[in-house]
Nanobody, 122 residues
Framework: QAQLVESGGGSVQSGGSLRLSCAAS????????MGWFRQRPGKERVWVAA??????AVVADSVKDRFTVSRDNANTQHLQMNSLQPEDSAMYYC?????????????????WGQGTQVNVSS
């Protein structure tokens, strides 16, 4: 069982930046896919970005001009968020999928972190 721990959330003003990090430990597949999701109160969890251990990455079209995802190694990924807007305020979750294949919905991820809160004020 893999454990995921997010860090880097916080409160910023509109236009600011944050860098989220996710560290995985425990039983980790070296080829696992890691993803980022976000969820606002009362809303569904939405995919934001994902990365593979070979460094390839994909970001959702809605944020790709402002967010960048990177992967340090098999068990660490980051989400750089620039030009943040109030609508980016949400709980951000790191997730891992034992299979290394791409997936953009929560149901196919096997492991989840506790989340880190991002608040953007106008």
């Amino acid at each position: 069982q893999a454990q995921l721990v997010e860090s880097g959330g916080g409160s910023v003003q509109s236009g600011g930046s944050l860098r989220l990090s996710c560290a995985a430990s425990g039983y980790i597949y070296s080829t696992m896919l890691m993803g980022w999701f976000r969820q606002r109160p009362g809303k569904e969890r939405v995919w934001v970005a994902a990365s593979k251990s070979d460094g390839t990455a994909v970001v959702a079209d809605s944020v790709k001009d402002r967010f960048t995802v990177s992967r340090d190694n098999a068990n660490t990924q980051h989400l750089q968020m620039n030009s943040l807007q109030p609508e980016d305020s949400a709980m951000y979750y790191c997730a891992a999928r034992d299979s290394g294949s791409w997936c953009f919905v929560p149901a196919c991820y096997n492991h989840w972190g506790q989340g880190t809160q991002v608040n953007v004020s106008s």
